[in-house]
């Protein structure tokens, strides 16, 4: 079996390394884990430090599109590099790599299409107020939209099975953490919460305004919510 960790990346040459490096490689004797690279423009040394990291596949875009475009391109290219399961991790050491294989275990297991690294779960230390109160209020209303409860709705840590990678789908460029969910949960996809260890970040800047993320994010959940999406038949482990 075949496990793709992808990280989104933008400028963030001083933490990369460090991440790729803790990235369990060895999950179960029958599993090969690779690492993979979304460079998304940057104007730093990110590619370069996270080859020499080990990173083992590097994917560039020439100019910065997004967060969301860099996760739609990480899915994107694990299924084509014939990944049975993705892992998303933020390239900004605030997400546990150690804690990958807790979120493969019930992907493989059978027992969830889609997990998430839930902070509120685990520990929320550190974390600043405002960023604290604006990710209860968009997990808040994904909950709502899916009449089902969710602790992290933002949580930049994520696995994905092969299918879940297949049928994926981000609509807009800037970001992806509600549409993706609403895209995948309405789809039939099982979703999963697994707690992990949250750290703030001490090096780089998060590109996370709060009026430039209301501005694209509330638009893009309206558009997600509107439009007509059609429940997948979802395989079984056996299947995959």
Same mark, same amino acid.
């Given at each position: 079996?075949?496990? #793709?960790?992808?990280?989104?990346?933008?400028?963030?040459?001083?933490?990369?390394?460090?991440?790729?490096?803790? #990235? %369990?490689?060895?999950?179960? %004797?029958?599993?090969? =884990?690779?690492?993979?690279?979304? +460079?998304?423009?940057?104007?730093?040394?990110?590619?370069?430090?996270?080859?020499?990291?080990?990173?083992?596949?590097?994917?560039?875009h020439e100019r910065n599109r997004?967060?969301?475009?860099? =996760?739609?391109?990480?899915?994107?290219?694990?299924?084509?590099?014939?990944? $049975?399961?993705?892992?998303?991790? +933020?390239?900004?050491?605030?997400?546990? %790599?150690?804690?990958?294989? +807790?979120?493969? /275990? @019930?992907?493989?297991?059978?027992?969830? +299409?889609?997990?998430?690294?839930?902070?509120?779960?685990?520990?929320?230390?550190?974390?600043?107020?405002?960023?604290?109160?604006?990710? &209860? /209020?968009?997990?808040?209303?994904?909950?709502?939209?899916?009449?089902?409860?969710?602790? $992290?709705?933002?949580?930049?840590?994520?696995?994905?099975?092969?299918?879940? /990678?297949?049928?994926?789908? !981000? !609509?807009?460029?800037?970001? &992806?953490?509600?549409?993706?969910?609403?895209?995948? *949960?309405?789809?039939?996809?099982?979703?999963?919460?697994?707690?992990? =260890?949250?750290?703030?970040?001490?090096?780089?800047?998060?590109?996370?305004?709060?009026?430039?993320?209301?501005?694209?994010?509330? @638009?893009?959940? *309206?558009?997600?919510?509107?439009? @007509?999406?059609?429940?997948?038949?979802?395989?079984?482990?056996?299947?995959?």
């Amino acid at each position: 079996m075949k496990v #793709i960790v992808f990280l989104p990346a933008h400028n963030e040459e001083e933490a990369i390394g460090d991440v790729i490096r803790r #990235i %369990p490689r060895h999950i179960e %004797p029958n599993i090969d =884990v690779y690492v993979l690279v979304v +460079d998304d423009g940057s104007t730093d040394r990110t590619a370069h430090v996270a080859k020499e990291a080990g990173a083992d596949f590097i994917c560039r875009h020439e100019r910065n599109r997004g967060l969301g475009a860099a =996760v739609r391109t990480g899915l994107q290219q694990c299924v084509e590099l014939g990944a $049975d399961i993705g892992v998303m991790i +933020d390239a900004d050491n605030e997400y546990p %790599p150690e804690q990958i294989p +807790d979120l493969v /275990m @019930p992907i493989l297991r059978g027992e969830a +299409d889609y997990t998430m690294g839930s902070r509120f779960l685990g520990t929320i230390h550190g974390m600043k107020w405002h960023r604290r109160m604006g990710n &209860y /209020m968009f997990t808040l209303i994904q909950s709502l939209l899916l009449k089902t409860w969710i602790y $992290d709705g933002q949580s930049g840590m994520r696995a994905f099975s092969r299918q879940a /990678m297949e049928e994926a789908e !981000i !609509i807009h460029d800037y970001n &992806y953490a509600q549409v993706l969910t609403l895209n995948l *949960v309405r789809k039939g996809f099982r979703l999963k919460e697994v707690p992990i =260890v949250y750290q703030v970040r001490t090096t780089g800047q998060s590109f996370i305004k709060f009026t430039a993320y209301m501005k694209h994010v509330l @638009p893009a959940i *309206v558009k997600e919510m509107c439009r @007509p999406v059609k429940r997948k038949y979802i395989r079984s482990a056996q299947q995959r």
